[in-house]
């Protein structure tokens, strides 16, 4: 099982972007999916994750209020919304698959992570 990201790119502070996170060959149906992130000159952190039928969420703090993650199993993927991007969100976002969302707020250290994906790099500048 190998995550695929995309949608990452370049947008001026205030824009919004959608990253996707695939799974080729596999369902993410019965699976839990988080997005984390890199930032330049920082520790990887959990930004937000969801249970495998979507009904429990949980975001970091700095994030809530403007990133929305989903999951679509029929189309088998899952989307982290950012709205109102702001320079501190730059960096590599990685998706992730089995990530123990219930046990906040550790598994937004990455502990519980089953499958990493490759990273794509999101960059908010003016």
């Known amino acids: 099982l190998q995550p695929v990201e995309s949608g990452g790119g370049a947008v001026e502070p205030g824009g919004s972007l959608r990253l996707s996170c695939t799974t080729p060959?596999?369902?993410?149906?019965?699976?839990?999916v988080g997005w984390f992130r890199r930032a330049p000159g920082k520790n990887r952190e959990g930004v937000s994750c969801?249970?495998?039928?979507?009904?429990?969420?949980d975001h970091a703090r700095s994030v809530q209020g403007r990133f929305t993650i989903s999951k679509n199993n029929a189309e088998n993927t899952a989307y982290l919304q950012m709205n109102s991007l702001a320079v501190e969100d730059t960096g590599v976002y990685f998706c992730?698959?089995?990530?123990?969302?219930?046990?906040?707020?550790?598994w937004g250290k990455g502990m519980y992570v089953e499958y990493w994906g490759q990273g794509i790099q999101v960059t908010v500048s003016s």
């Open positions: 992730a698959v089995d990530v123990q969302c219930d046990r906040a707020p550790d």
């Open positions: 060959g596999y369902s993410l149906k019965n699976h839990e």
């Open positions: 969801i249970s495998a039928n979507g009904r429990y969420i």
